[in-house]
DNA sequence: ACTATGAGGATTTTT
DNA sequence: TCCTCATAGT
């Protein structure tokens, strides 16, 4: 490792810096994570233990890459452990798991956000109260908001909920609810993560002074989207004697939706470590001259920031980021779908270009032309692999051995749906007050007092046997994915899945893509077995296993970014995704009005919405190093009035082009439906698609798997075999995502 | 009386 | 995808 050389010279104060409390104030592009990387080696190196550090991070991929480079940097030294890196839920998870108290166990599940919504949804019904679904939904975030900032529901003060909303008295209401519902299924949601952890902290002195001792640096990275719980148990980790390192650029903040306070980064710190060190980084190493000058000029127009501008370390000037208006969305899909092929032909990789925007469900448009061009992609974001129906069906069917809560109860009876509804639940509900007991132990033992028709009562026997069986089984099993597949297919689990994947193989034209529901299944099936028999070394450097308990809690905590894979493919995802990565070629599509910025902030009375948006903006253009193309489109809005472009363009000195581009008419819209569907005509990409011969033996490629070898051909289905996953898959020929590799 | 199911409408961002 | 509503099915 040789710091000097590796680094500017700002860069290498801060890493070497020997103050107790340090600030970092770091610009998009400027060397945030790297700077981080190097300090945590450089402590290292510098004789402090690696079991006392602690480094936060925003994503668990930037942890583990973290890992990985420190683990680079300081291979020649004479260490052998590297430091706690990790999330902020994932430490305090570490915490949490030695320390839990009453009302909860150590099994305890986490609450992820359909689980938080379905417990809400029980909470308001059990409640009865008479709102509707607006309200309900303000209701909650006034809750949410409250638990950002660490204030529990037997904390909260009058003036803790904002005016004219709701009153005191409701609130409090559902919040404790809320609360406790969680607490009796034994769940923590990801806010209870942070403040139970900081409640614990803050009301037990010796766990605190013991956990003070525990570890003596704490280095923070993305710090401007920290929230105030997350700040307030961090304070008493870090005491009166240990050390701070934060990173951060307050023109970044994108998440105070979600409770991030820039002001922690700007004014707090400063003001609870007096002695605290700032260092600026300047310097940016990522973008050309002409993307900064855009993104200065755009985030200019923020007036509550501390002002500062974004230079080139390069000197490169490079093309100006280009703006161009469409008709529609469909046409701007297609320009951007030329343009990238114009690109690769230039000589770029699919893997070089990014698509962003504002919120998921406009990756529609630019998906269809993608497909249809045969430009491999990957969404981020949208359906995760662990977000998908069938794989929270297969999740609960696990977790209820583990704690058998109400929640994965009911996704399982329902998965597939046996004959229980509303009203027998409300029963079952009654009678678990009466025996006071779960809802589970209600139907396995108290079933007879239900009154449940003659198949239910078959169709719950055939689950609770397979349950048993696998209950008495997972620990000591010596093939866990059969033990696991004889579960779900006793318990009519895969049976329930095959025959969706049945209808809708004949209702849907991609129908690759849609009968891959049992695949997911054996594919979880598959992933639970690898993490299971992949060990690891715990505290004592003793060699352990992890349990299923731990695959679960794993997955609950995977984020969009985890899932981001180093094949070669065009990535879609939403600014708020794309922070903290670079690419060299950047799309942003809809730049309108109403989409970014959003009609909400649009509208809102409140400007600091319109200025978080302009960061949004701000962070999405300074992903890119090379080149930057901006595009809006005249498309129709919801209310069914026209879209405008987004007021950004104006303020990041972006010229309007004077001509409509609109597309070639080179495909067909009917009117068959009421949604309009685009019928492929000219392109008929799928026609030539099916003239390809393939043969066994071939290699090909498929947007989603990637490169594989077919293994077996019968009629149009090609049965392959991955070379990524291992994983075999039966493709139809004609799929327009799979293509041969010469 | 209850549950399942299909159609139609709506959707900010996510650890 | 997710929720609501109307209707069909048991």
Redo the contacts with the bound molecule.
Sequence with gaps: MNIEKELNNEQYLAVTSNAKHLRIIAGAGTGKTRTLTYRIAYLLSQGIPYNKIVAIT???KVAKEMNERVAALIKDENINGLPFIA???KFCLYFLHKEIRSPFTLNFGIA???Y???AF?TVFDLLGLNID?NEKAQIKNIILSLKCKGIFYDEVIETDIPEFTFSYDLIVKVYSSYQKYLAEQNYLD??DILMYTYKIMRDNLDIREKWQKRFSHYLVDEFQDTNDVQYSLLKLFVGNNNNLTVVGDPDQT??T??GANSDLIQTTLEKDYQDLTTIILNNNYRSTQSILDCSNLLINNNQNRIKKRLIAANNVVGNPVSYNTYQDENNEAYYVSQKIMDLIKQGAEYKDIAILY????QSRAIENKLLSYSIPYVIY?G?SFY???EIKDGLAYLRLVINSDEMSFFRVI?AP?????????NSARELCQKYSTTIFDVFKNHRDELKL?K??NYFLNRFFTAFDNFANEYKSSSDISETIENYFKDSGFIEYVRNIDK?EQSKNYFETIASSRIDNVYELIKSVKDFLNNPYFDEQGVEKLPTLEDFLNEIS?Q???DEINDENHVTL??G??AKGLEFPYVFIIGANQGNFP?F??INSFDFS?ME?ERR?FYVCMTRAKKELYISSHFGRT?NDSYFTPSRFIKEAGLQKTTKKITEPKTYLSTMGD?RRKIVNNNISHMNIKKKVSYNIGDKVSHIVFGSGIIEQINKDKLTIRFDKTGQVKTITSSFSGLSKVD
């Design positions: 925003f994503t668990n999330t902020f839920h992820d956000e359909d938080q919504n379905d949804k679904k990801f806010d994108i998440y939706w979600r504002r919120k998921n469900m974001g359906i977000k998908r129906a329902n749906k046996i004959g229980i509804g509303e009203v027998t639940l028709n198949s239910t209808q905590l984020t969009s970014q995802m939403t708020h995704i959003t909400q902030a919405l978080e949004l919801r009421k």
